[in-house]
């Protein structure tokens, strides 16, 4: 019996049905082992499945089975060893239906696959020669019939076979068993996977790879072999992302003593991926951005990038893996809490100062703005359309803030009693957030009824703070409002619990002793209250002169903060602020305060060091404020460079919309614009100076002290070069053209990028593509540089790099580095009045959609502000996106955005 669900590798037509938690049952049945026997070629893969299924008795009773699929030509289908007659099985668009089946019984089907022409990159795929897999969220279902859900886990038996020249390594899950020659020139490698998992879990690789290996011993003394699997000419990029993994290893031991338990750890880094990585067990499958890494080609963030993304899916063996997801509706059970994990590992391995700002930047910047828009969902949603437009923000990253609140809530100790117990009680469980909720309740003694709500509302809560100093009672009154705006779905907000981090400072910046009887504080110089209702008062005894308050310390909560702050109360924290987040927050507060004046006041942006009067004083004192940051020689190098990065021209546009205001696309941009001017003009010699002395020609290192240094040095550089002075143009090329590492190398192309001077900046360009033509990682750092510039011609350079044979539209990493930086990352240029950004963007997101939804669904959140424009703009990117919802091939996934965007 022959049947072809699917022949081409199309995207779905879309649909409007959704997935709801509320209509959530248990699984039907029960999948305890699974046997799968691969034929791998490129053109035809043929895989066999014997399942040993039986009824779930927690279950309502059902005669028929129902597997899923996607795109499987069917060969075959057996129960207990006899074949199915027509009448037995009815095989639909995404399922096969098997009727009046037994309580327990082996199912076995044989499918055909086409992995060399699956552009979507879910399954079984091709990249680069090698074959390999992506089953999150329901990729399994393109590979063969099964019940694809994450509560339903089984022990998997991998049998590989392949052409041993053309594929002559073969991995799976788990543990390598057997292995051996076949006659016909074949080989086959056998893998057996002792812990249940669900099958997003499964993956496969099979190709001309080599590897590097190493040794971890754990704290029980078991020895574990370490293997990471990349292309030839990548082997000598290798050696960071294996001390990251040992690193992690170690640190999870240590932290939260978790031991890894296969025998066996693998990584493969493949070239097409549409995700940073994936945690399956045993056999994690990276993109190759966040594995390969040598000085002269990756990046200081890049190689802090790869750190925290092994260390991250190696966590998963334990918060992801061991103990997974009932539903995708818990998906931030695994990815919130991991990246918690992942962060805390990359604080102690580095500054957890500067961690702790470039995950609030991720916040502000993005998560924020998520939340703000149509797309808005709680950390875990109720309804979804397509699981794949859900791996966002607020899964991840907000959901990451919500385990740290409560473990501020709790405290550091029952926090960690808290995994202990999680674990002894789900350990081989697919589970619910509730679960892991309940385990720290029950740890701690903690009622964390009403902390849910961070899991069931969605929208980013405003805490309007009011401050008061009563000097005939030397008191000082803290008074918190908090407020959740509505948001699609979800109009009436309930007050949330969260913990706000303060401190009290003197006006020679000593920090006072807090005696507070309602938050039962006694002279700790730092506290934390628990706010729970609409609006909260304390009151700070023996205080008898006015303080300056210190609010959200080490961003406590993902909040946003009103409080009424004058400028010399900002430029005392720049100061004097012992919180390193708040100082560098004062900083990006003053800042954006001065640049929505003038965007409201365009009179007041004067040129450079010829402010009238009425603006002198406020640029004046801010500019003085970064020069005493500049000059701190006490300070850290990374955090005096993220102080005096201004705020990103989309932070600008959300504060505005924030404001109720419409989005001013050329103010914002030629204000700040104005204003990194001023600095450099203002600060040009003390730039310059401090520039010289982070300069260093000692070999590359990725240490802290470095770092800093090298983001500090290139921070002046990038100031200076506003100036358009031949001597600082001349030392930037000098750095271009001689700097030992891809990170300084990078910063001077950047800044030559947006050179006035062409005919010195073109030739280097294209110098720099000559050079790396065939290292794609470092020509998707080539292709972002000149997307997001600030040149007038910025789209018409988009369109010529499409052209060029390094640009590839099927490769997840070159769309997003190109099309992607352009409409989400230049807000002024995609944004152009003409409209022609639009034109772009709607034309190619529609053509990726036709092969890799996922992508394109990214790509048109790019659109998400669009009723926050002024009417022109607002009315062509509109059309833009009804055009492609009209569209009869558009997929699921994108469908989805374009009409939650539109609604």
Not at 163 to 172: E, Q, T, V
Not at 680 to 702: G, I, M, N, T, W
Request: glycine share 4%; hydrophobic share 35%.
């Amino acid at each position: 019996m022959d049947f072809v669900a699917e022949t081409n590798d199309s995207a779905e037509p879309a649909k409007a049905t959704g997935t709801r938690l509320e209509d959530y049952t248990p699984p039907p049945f029960l999948v305890d082992t699974v046997s799968l026997d691969f034929a791998l070629d490129d053109e035809c893969t043929q895989v066999h499945s014997s399942m040993s299924i039986r009824r779930n008795p927690a279950a309502a009773r059902h005669a028929d089975l129902v597997l899923d699929g996607k795109r499987l030509k069917t060969l075959s289908v057996h129960l207990d060893g006899q074949a199915l007659a027509d009448n037995r099985i009815a095989i639909g668009e995404e399922t096969l239906t098997v009727h009046d089946v037994p309580d327990t019984f082996t199912l076995a089907t044989s499918v055909e696959i086409q992995p060399g022409s699956n552009k979507s990159l879910e399954g079984l795929y091709a990249s680069s020669g090698n074959l390999c897999t992506q089953c999150e969220a329901e990729g399994f279902r393109r590979i063969t019939w099964f019940l694809d859900r994450p509560d339903v886990m089984a022990r998997y038996r991998t049998r590989l076979i392949a052409d041993a020249n053309r594929y002559p390594i073969l991995l799976s899950n788990g543990n390598d068993v057997e292995r051996g020659t076949l006659d016909d020139g074949r080989h086959f490698t056998v893998w057996e996977d002792p812990f249940p998992k669900p099958c997003y879990l499964f993956a496969l690789v099979a190709g001309r790879l080599e590897c590097i290996e190493d040794r971890f011993k754990t704290r029980s003394g078991r020895d574990i072999t370490l293997r990471i699997y990349v292309q030839k000419h990548n082997i000598d990029r290798c050696d960071h992302a294996m001390d990251s993994l040992k690193r992690a290893m170690r640190w999870d031991e240590e932290v939260w003593d978790l031991e890894y338990d296969l025998d066996t750890f693998m990584i493969v880094a493949v070239d097409d991926f549409n995700m940073g990585a994936m945690e399956n067990k045993g056999l994690n499958i990276f993109n190759s951005h966040y594995i390969l890494a040598r000085p002269d080609t990756a990046t200081d963030r890049d190689f802090a990038a790869i750190e925290s993304v092994v260390a991250h899916e190696y966590f998963h063996n334990w918060t992801g893996n061991r103990v997974t997801c009932r539903d995708w509706f818990q998906l931030s059970l695994k990815e919130g809490l991991t990246v918690f994990r992942d962060q805390e590992f990359s604080a102690d391995m580095s500054s957890r100062a500067v961690k702790r700002i470039k995950d609030v930047h991720i916040m502000r910047n993005h998560q924020f703005a998520e939340d703000a828009g149509p797309m808005a969902h709680p950390v875990q949603p109720d309804e979804y359309q397509e699981i794949g437009n859900f791996y966002t923000l607020t899964i991840y990253h907000k959901g990451a803030e919500v385990i740290r609140m409560m473990h501020a809530l709790i405290g550091q100790e029952a926090f960690k009693a808290g995994m202990r117990l999680y674990f002894q009680r789900h350990d081989g469980q697919a589970v619910t957030i509730d679960d892991f909720v309940r385990s720290m309740e029950d740890a701690s003694g903690t009622d964390l009824r009403q902390f849910r709500r961070w899991y069931r509302q969605a929208g980013t809560p405003t805490l309007d703070i009011r401050t008061r100093h009563d000097e005939a009672r030397s008191e000082y009154r803290i008074e918190v409002h908090q407020h959740t705006p509505a948001t699609p779905g979800q109009p009436e907000k309930s007050p949330q619990h969260l913990p706000l981090r303060i401190a009290l400072f003197a006006k020679d910046g000593r920090p006072l002793p807090l005696h507070c009887e309602a938050a039962a504080l006694s002279g700790e110089s730092e506290a934390t209250l628990d706010i729970k209702n609409e609006r909260e008062e304390f009151r700070f005894s023996n205080i008898p002169s006015p303080a300056v308050p210190s609010i959200l310390r080490g961003f406590s909560a993902p909040v946003k903060i009103e409080i009424e702050r004058s400028d010399d109360e900002l430029v005392f924290l720049i100061a004097h602020e012992s919180d390193p987040f708040n100082r560098w927050d004062a900083a990006q507060e003053y800042a954006m305060r001065l640049m929505l004046e003038r965007i409201e006041d365009p009179s007041r942006d004067s040129a450079p060091g010829k402010a009238p009067e009425k603006e002198k004083d406020s640029a004046a004192d801010f500019i003085d404020a970064l020069r005493r940051l500049l000059l701190d020689r006490k300070m850290d190098p990374a955090l005096i460079a993220d102080a005096l990065t201004l705020p990103l021209e989309s932070s600008i546009a959300d504060r505005m919309t924030d404001r109720g205001q419409r989005i001013a696309i050329d103010a914002i941009h030629e204000v700040r614009e104005g204003l990194r001017l001023q600095i450099a003009c203002q600060l040009a010699d003390d730039l310059s100076s401090v520039r010289k002395a982070c300069h260093s020609e000692a070999p590359y290192r990725f240490v802290g002290v470095d770092v800093g240094r090298r983001s500090l040095k290139n921070l002046c550089l990038d100031y200076l070069m506003e100036l358009n002075d031949p001597k600082t143009r001349k030392d930037c090329i000098r750095q271009f053209e001689s700097a030992n590492n891809m990170t300084d190398t990078l910063a001077a192309l950047r800044c030559l990028a947006n050179d006035s001077e062409g005919e010195a900046r073109d030739p280097l360009i294209e110098s720099f593509h000559d050079r790396w033509k065939n290292d794609p990682l470092v020509i998707d750092k080539w292709f972002s540089i000149q997307a997001t510039g600030r040149r007038p011609d910025t789209l018409e350079r988009v369109v010529e790099l499409m052209a060029y044979p390094t640009f590839d539209i099927t490769n997840p990493n070159r769309v997003r580095s190109l099309i992607g930086a352009f409409c989400h990352a230049n807000q002024h240029r995609f944004h152009d009045i003409s409209g022609e950004g639009y034109r772009f963007f709607g034309r190619y997101a529609l053509e990726i959609d036709g092969f890799n939804p996922q992508v394109a669904a990214r790509l048109f959140q790019a659109a998400s502000r669009w009723r926050h424009l002024d009417d022109h703009r607002s009315d062509l990117l509109r059309r833009e996106l009804e055009h492609a919802l009209e569209s009869p091939d558009l997929s699921k996934d994108s469908h989805e955005v374009i009409s939650k965007t539109l609604a």
